[in-house]
């Protein structure tokens, strides 16, 4: 019983990841950085919006409406990662699907929409994401066309959970502990102990076991602090 018992005191005395945001945090506008990001994207579109490298994208949950959709079609982003739950992220498809009928009339390129559930507090914080499913995603995002945009809720916990595992991957960060320092500056929580596990147990060579997001050298890395100047 006493594991039981620990179990009930942690849930109880834990306070909710901040992924959930307090009601005046949700209010507040402007409350994230706004380095690495040289785009027409405003915290209006999508908060937290940040370049990775040319191949990644970065953000908050997307205003479901058809001209942010297209802002990121003109940045040339190709695939949505989704890393919320799956209601959310059908009523996230049901949008993409009618911009991507409008990007077919014009001849453009569609989008590839991924969904990856994260459930919020068992896997963020109780627990982990397992290592087959990080590894299933990042054989997914292997072979996804680029560049993408990944995005939770907030755009800091579960997607820093896997740009931390990104940066690892393509060797833009040297250790686990660089990569929370600028999961940190986009205000991962530190209540975050699972996605923290999720990252540390492919830490270090490890981390050769995910597939490479891409074969190509990274270009246009961009790091916290950046200031990238507004694309023309």
């Not at 970065?58 to 799956?86: F, H, M, S, W």
């Not at 989008?111 to 054989?139: C, E, H, N, Y």
């Amino acid at each position: 019983m006493a594991p039981l018992r620990w179990l009930l005191l942690l849930l109880l005395v834990t306070p909710l990841p901040a992924e959930q945001g307090s009601r005046e945090e949700m209010n507040t506008s402007s409350r994230y950085p706004h380095d690495c990001n040289g785009t027409s994207i405003s915290d209006s579109d999508i908060e937290n919006f940040h370049q990775v490298d040319d191949e990644l994208f970065r953000g908050a949950r997307p205003q479901y409406q058809e001209q942010v959709y297209l802002k990121l079609a003109d940045l040339g982003v190709r695939t949505i990662i989704n890393l919320e739950g799956a209601g959310e992220a059908n009523r996230e498809k049901v949008v993409v699907d009618g911009v991507n009928q409008k990007l077919r009339q014009k001849g453009k390129p569609t989008f590839t929409f991924i969904s990856f559930p994260i459930r919020s507090f068992l896997q963020t914080v109780l627990f982990r994401v397992s290592d087959q499913r990080i590894k299933g995603l990042f054989a997914e995002l292997q072979e996804a066309p680029k560049p993408m945009f990944v995005h939770c809720k907030r755009g800091k916990d579960r997607t820093g959970m896997l740009v931390m595992l990104y940066r690892l991957r393509r060797h833009q960060q040297p250790s686990f502990e660089e990569a929370l320092r600028e999961a940190r500056h986009y205000h991962f929580s530190k209540w975050n102990f699972g996605l923290k596990r999720t990252v540390k147990r492919f830490d270090g060579e490890k981390v050769e076991v995910l597939a490479a997001p891409t074969p190509a050298p990274a270009r246009n890395a961009c790091y916290a602090g950046t200031q990238l100047q507004p694309a023309l």
